[in-house]
Structure formats: structure tokens, C-alpha cells
């Protein structure tokens, strides 16, 4: 019963460095969602995908890119870290979009100085 | 603008008694309404799923309510457990909205002490 499935849990990158935070659901669900967390404030959408190769910007997405390959996978890159990325960040996924019910997986804790 | 707010902001109660949290939402319309709750350092897990036209949704010792009229939502918590500490986080979804866009709230971070 894995679920949703994050890595890294938590990672500290340097201002300007790149990295990928990982991504994978094993319900076969289509859509597939990333949201970041910032301290005392409501989760934001920063993509979102429907389907293997369908990704769409969501209403924070400047700094990020995701690619959707599979299914299963729906990573998210983040080019060029700033301090203003330093969050936690949370994947998602349903069966039935904004009907469906929402599993998300554990966090991402990334911090950038 | 589509809001969520969430009242209070932090709450203290001793285990076994009673509480209830607040949700007022400008979202309209709206398709569903929903109440999470998010352990310390986890993600969020769903308690209960209402649409525009419920009233009441229970799930064990927790029942959500919902006035449309009033665009208000309440979580009544039954006989606290020290398991109940976390954030309550109330979201509700636009009707039509894009993929995704859920309005979420700031939380109620709820402390259950023994």
C-alpha cells in the first residue's frame, strides 16, 4: 500500500543549484498534482498533469518544470533554487480530477541558502 | 477573490473533551468541500467530503457540517484523543475550476493534551 511516494524528504541546496524532487503513485490515478506549502499559508498548485504526457501551470509555477512520462512518475524540477523555494512541497494524486478524492504523499522539505 | 478562512487559528483542549472548528469561504460557486487532517511533518489525509447540497458528512468521531446559505463549514471533534493533535485544514473546490485548484485554507493546529 505505498500510495504516493516522495524522495527526498528533506534536502538543503545551495542558491542557484539545480535538483529534481521525485514523484510516483502506484493507484494508476491520471491526475497528478504538486503543491507547496509555506509556513502559516494554504497549500498553492504549481503544475498539475492529467494524463501522461499533459502538464499545465498551476497558479505558482515560476522556477519549477515537470515532466509526466508515465503514469506513475511526475517529477519536478526545480532549475536555478532561490531562497523564496525554500518550502515544503507536496505531490498528489486522484482518479476522478477535482471530484476525486486527493491522496497526497509525505513532503518534501527543501531548503535553499 | 475565492478565500478560505479558518478559525481558530490554534486550539488547546484536553483529551476527551469536545471542539469544534470553523471554515468561512467567498468560494461560489462551489462544487465540494473538504476537511483534512495533517500530522506534524506529514501530508494532508481527507476526513470527509461534502458537496454543495449536503448538510452533514461524519466519519468516526468527526462530523463536518455545512451551511451553503451562510457559506460556512464547521468539524465537530467527539471525544478527543492525544491522536487528534495535528493541523485541520479545511478546502473547497470551485465549480469548473482548472485541475487542481483548490482553494485551501491556513489550518486550525489543534493540541490535545492528557
Known amino acids: 500500500n505505498a500510495g504516493v511516494t516522495q524522495t527526498p524528504k528533506f534536502r538543503i541546496l545551495k542558491i542557484g543549484q539545480s535538483m529534481t524532487l521525485q514523484c510516483a503513485q502506484d493507484m494508476n490515478h491520471n491526475y497528478m498534482y504538486w503543491y507547496r506549502q509555506d509556513p502559516g499559508m494554504g497549500l498553492k498548485l504549481i503544475y498539475y498533469s492529467v494524463g501522461a504526457g499533459i502538464t499545465d501551470k498551476g497558479e505558482v509555477p515560476n522556477g519549477y518544470n515537470v515532466s509526466r512520462s508515465t503514469t506513475e512518475d511526475f517529477p519536478l524540477r526545480l532549475e536555478l533554487a532561490a531562497p523564496s523555494q525554500t518550502s515544503v512541497y507536496f505531490c498528489a494524486s486522484t482518479d476522478r480530477g477535482n471530484t476525486g478524492e486527493l491522496f497526497f504523499g509525505e513532503g518534501s522539505r527543501l531548503t535553499v541558502l | 477573490k475565492n478565500q478560505v478562512e479558518q478559525s481558530p487559528q490554534s486550539l488547546i483542549i484536553l483529551e476527551g473533551k469536545n471542539c469544534t472548528l470553523q471554515?468561512?469561504?467567498?468560494?461560489?460557486?462551489?462544487?465540494?468541500l473538504r476537511w483534512y487532517k495533517q500530522d506534524t511533518g506529514r501530508g494532508p489525509v481527507s476526513l470527509t467530503i461534502m458537496t454543495f447540497s449536503e448538510n452533514t458528512k461524519s466519519n468516526g468521531r468527526y462530523t463536518a457540517t455545512l451551511d451553503a446559505d451562510t457559506k460556512q463549514s464547521s468539524l465537530h471533534i467527539t471525544a478527543s484523543q492525544l491522536s487528534d493533535s495535528a493541523s485541520y485544514i479545511c478546502?473547497?473546490?470551485?465549480?469548473?475550476?482548472?485541475?487542481?485548484?483548490?482553494?485551501f485554507g491556513k489550518g486550525t493546529k489543534l493540541s490535545v493534551k492528557p
Open positions: 478546502v473547497v473546490i470551485p465549480y469548473g475550476g482548472s485541475q487542481g485548484n483548490l482553494i
Open positions: 471554515c468561512n469561504y467567498t468560494v461560489s460557486p462551489f462544487s465540494n
